[in-house]
C-alpha cells in the first residue's frame, strides 16, 4: 500500500525566508505527483503537477521536483509571503488512477 | 466552465438522517471521486467511478452508497448518519488517455456535522 509522509508536520518562518517542504512515499509506481494548497475552511488548489516521466515544475516562485528512485518529492518557495500562509498537501497518483495523499505540511509565514 | 461543484456546501444531520451530497462536472471527465478529510488523517478515498454506470470501492467505503447514472454527476449516500462520520468531503474528476496528464481538480468541499 501506498503511503505518504509529509515533513514537517508545521513549520514557522519569517518573511522572505526559502523554504522547502518534504514529501516521502512507498511505492514508486506513480504516474504523477501534485501539490495542492489548502487555506482554512477552503477546498484544495492545485500548484504544481510531475508527471513520472519528470524532474521537475516551475510556477512563480515554486518548485517542485520529483525523485522515484528515492521516493522523494520537495516543494520549493522562495522569498516567502504571509500571503503563503497555508497547508500543503502531496498526492500521488498510482493504479487506478487514485490519489494518495500525505497529511500535510502546515505553514506560517510571520511578517 | 464551472468545473467542479459539490451541493451542498454545509449539513448538519441528525445520528440515523440519511442524505445525498451532489458532485457535478462539466469537463466531460470518465473518472470521478469522494473523498473526505478529517484533522490529521489527510484525504481518504470513500469511492470512485471510472465512468458512468461503474463504481468501485476506495480506502474508507463504509457506510456510504454511490451512483453514477450519468456521467457528469457523482452522488455519495449516507443511508443512516453516524457521528464518526463528521467530515469534510471533497470530489474530484479526472480524465485519461494518450497525452493526458491524471491530474485531479476537486470541488470546494461539503462539511457535514452529525450530531
Known amino acids: 500500500k501506498q503511503e505518504v509522509t509529509q515533513i514537517p508536520a508545521a513549520l514557522s518562518v519569517p518573511e522572505g525566508e526559502n523554504l522547502v517542504l518534504n514529501c516521502s512515499f512507498t511505492d514508486s509506481a506513480i504516474y504523477n505527483l501534485q501539490w495542492f494548497r489548502q487555506d482554512p475552511g477552503k477546498g484544495l488548489t492545485s500548484l504544481l503537477l510531475i508527471q513520472s516521466s519528470q524532474r521537475e515544475q516551475t510556477s512563480g516562485r515554486l518548485n517542485a521536483s520529483l525523485d522515484k528512485s528515492s521516493g522523494r518529492s520537495t516543494l520549493y518557495i522562495a522569498a516567502s509571503q504571509p500571503g503563503d500562509s497555508a497547508t500543503y498537501l502531496c498526492a500521488f497518483t498510482g493504479g487506478g488512477n487514485k490519489l494518495t495523499f500525505g497529511t500535510g505540511t502546515q505553514l506560517k509565514v510571520e511578517l | 466552465n464551472a468545473g467542479v461543484t459539490q451541493t451542498p456546501k454545509f449539513r448538519v444531520l441528525k445520528t440515523g438522517q440519511s442524505m445525498t451530497l451532489l458532485c457535478a462536472q462539466d469537463m466531460n471527465h470518465e473518472y470521478m471521486y469522494w473523498y473526505r478529510q478529517d484533522p490529521g488523517m489527510g484525504l481518504r478515498l470513500i469511492h470512485y467511478s471510472v465512468g458512468e454506470g461503474t463504481t468501485a470501492k476506495g480506502e474508507v467505503p463504509d457506510g456510504y452508497n454511490v451512483s453514477r447514472l450519468k456521467k457528469q454527476n457523482f452522488l455519495l449516500g449516507l443511508e443512516s448518519a453516524a457521528p464518526s462520520q463528521t467530515s469534510v468531503y471533497f470530489c474530484?474528476?479526472?480524465?485519461?488517455?494518450?497525452?493526458?496528464?491524471?491530474?485531479?481538480?476537486f470541488g470546494p468541499g461539503t462539511r457535514l456535522t452529525v450530531t
Open positions: 474530484a474528476s479526472t480524465t485519461t488517455g494518450p497525452g493526458k496528464t491524471y491530474e485531479q481538480y
